[in-house]
């Protein structure tokens, strides 16, 4: 349902959408990079490496300063994806620290339901208050939720607000262009 002004109930009267143009920018057996507009995307496939965390950092540097604004982050662990060991956490750890002034708003989706994945959230979130982010950050059990979130925090792309399902779009577009590359993303992605 759409209100008067064209905007759907609980985005931003006068909204308009932000244009999905995901361009993948690196993809990995392990992960995956795409970014549309000032929204990075990231999927983390299988293992969780500290090199592969490094180059997020670096991706998120190049879009803010590119774009001349800060950019929100979106993480999705695909179920069976390893949580950071060691070097691997504290890249994330730095990757976090090293935020401030480039993110506007970070956003983790760790699906699933029970104890053990509830467990996997709040280590997470507990690395994140590790590095103290200079930014809002939260971790999420579903993409739509992270994506309601998100969408309100993220500032302004190219004149338009971001809505979830934009945030929403761009994740699925992500996870869609790397199934089509790697049979493991296919099979893991449809929850």
């Known amino acids: 349902m759409r209100l ?8 931003p009267r006068g909204a308009v959408a932000v ?10 057996p392990d992960y995956a990079i795409g ?10 496939v299988h293992e969780t490496r500290a090199e592969a965390v490094r180059h997020v950092g670096e991706v998120l540097r190049s879009v803010a300063r590119d ?25 994330l750890i730095e990757l976090v620290r090293g935020g401030k002034g480039v993110i506007a708003a970070s956003a983790v989706v760790y699906p699933g339901e029970g104890f053990l994945m509830a467990a996997a959230r709040a280590f997470v979130s507990g690395v994140a ?13 579903t993409r739509p939720e992270a994506s309601e979130w998100i ?22 577009d992500t996870i869609s262009r790397v199934s089509s590359s790697n049979p493991r993303v296919a099979s893991l992605s449809r929850t």
């Open 4 to 11: 008067a002004d064209g905007a759907a109930p609980g985005e």
């Open 19 to 28: 244009p999905s143009e995901l361009i993948l920018l690196s993809v990995d």
């Open 35 to 44: 970014r549309t507009g000032n929204l990075v995307v990231v999927i983390w």
């Open 67 to 91: 774009r001349g604004e800060l950019v929100g982050l979106v993480q999705v662990a695909l179920p069976g994806a390893k949580g950071p060991e060691g070097d691997a956490r504290e890249a």
């Open 129 to 141: 208050m590790l590095a103290r982010p200079g930014f809002p950050h939260m971790v999420f059990p």
């Open 151 to 172: 969408s309100r925090l993220l500032p302004k792309s190219g004149g338009r607000f971001w809505t979830q399902r934009d945030v929403v779009s761009a994740i699925e």
